[in-house]
């Protein structure tokens, strides 16, 4: 459970980070501007994905290895 969880968050933050590289710099990565329903709350979401990151690596930091 351990690393389903630090896969998730790694996933999040890279996702978060390239949704913020994308609206700062117009590089074409990541997925939150391809998701229609976020148009105009692209960094929002891309925040969100950041800070739901670094929750996940916490939760999974509290649980015991195995």
Same mark, same amino acid.
């Given at each position: 459970?351990? =690393? %389903?969880?630090? /896969?998730? @968050?790694?996933l999040?933050? &890279? =996702?978060? @980070?390239?949704?913020?590289? !994308?609206?700062?710099t117009?590089? !074409? &990565? @990541? %997925? &939150? =501007?391809?998701? @229609? %329903?976020?148009?105009? +709350?692209?960094? +929002? #979401?891309s *925040? #969100? /994905?950041? *800070?739901?990151?670094?929750? /996940?690596? #916490?939760? #999974?930091?509290?649980?015991?290895s195995?």
């Amino acid at each position: 459970m351990k =690393q %389903l969880l630090e /896969l998730l @968050g790694f996933l999040a933050l &890279v =996702q978060g @980070g390239a949704g913020l590289l !994308h609206e700062f710099t117009d590089w !074409h &990565v @990541g %997925l &939150v =501007q391809r998701i @229609g %329903l976020l148009d105009g +709350y692209e960094i +929002y #979401a891309s *925040v #969100a /994905l950041i *800070v739901l990151a670094f929750a /996940l690596f #916490a939760a #999974a930091e509290s649980r015991r290895s195995g």
